[in-house]
């Protein structure tokens, strides 16, 4: 069964640092996503993107991040200056179209010190 | 812009009963309600959706029923087993996977 993939599954890094966070979606899939939950709370959107520019984003989704598809199969998220607060786990998500269900990739958890 | 409410936070029910989870949604133009099952330090997988074209959908030990009128959609899931134990979330959209908002998640304990 075709995945989401994501790396790294764990990253610790320093307040302020940048950090750029990997998804391989799935290959037919056309609209891409991040979620991010942190520890013990809602599963909490941040961007979709598709056709190679953001479609929605969250009002998380501030100045300090940014997405990117560099290629024809990855897809990232950036966290310019990361915060304490940036500590949570994001989740990528593929689907084939809008109207789609959605697959989600295993997460990469942040942990910012 | 939506705002999904879950309900409860914690639910424990015995092996083999039934339980319920319930949702309510603020924006009536939503049509897509998925429910995700999460255990513990994995990913959200869907278990089960509906569209606003139906009232209800099942697939064997889990249904889901959507009302609408008052905005609110459930999952039903019955004999239940210890592997149903997670935290399950309902969510909404009004452009099916696009924008998904996400409830707080209920965590399902199944006692044996």
Known sequence: EPEVTQTPSHQVTQMGQEVILRCVPISNHLYFYWYRQILGQKVEFLVSFYNNEISEKSEIFDDQFSVERPDGSNFTLKIRSTKLEDSAMYFCASAASGANVLTFGAGSRLTVL | ?112
């Open chain 2, 1 to 112: 812009g939506e705002n999904v409410e879950q309900h409860p936070s914690t639910l424990s029910v015995q092996e083999g009963d039934s339980a319920v989870i319930k949702c309510t949604y603020s924006d009536s133009a939503s049509n897509y309600f998925p429910w995700y099952k999460q255990e513990l330090g994995k990913r959200p997988q869907l278990i089960i959706d509906i569209r606003s074209n139906v009232g209800e959908k099942k697939d064997q030990r889990i249904a889901v029923t959507l009302n609408k009128t008052a905005k609110h959609f459930s999952l039903h899931i019955t004999e239940t087993q210890p592997e149903d134990s997670a935290v399950y979330f309902c969510a909404a959209s009004i452009r099916g996977a696009d924008g998904l908002t996400f409830g707080k998640g209920t965590h399902l304990i199944i006692q044996p």
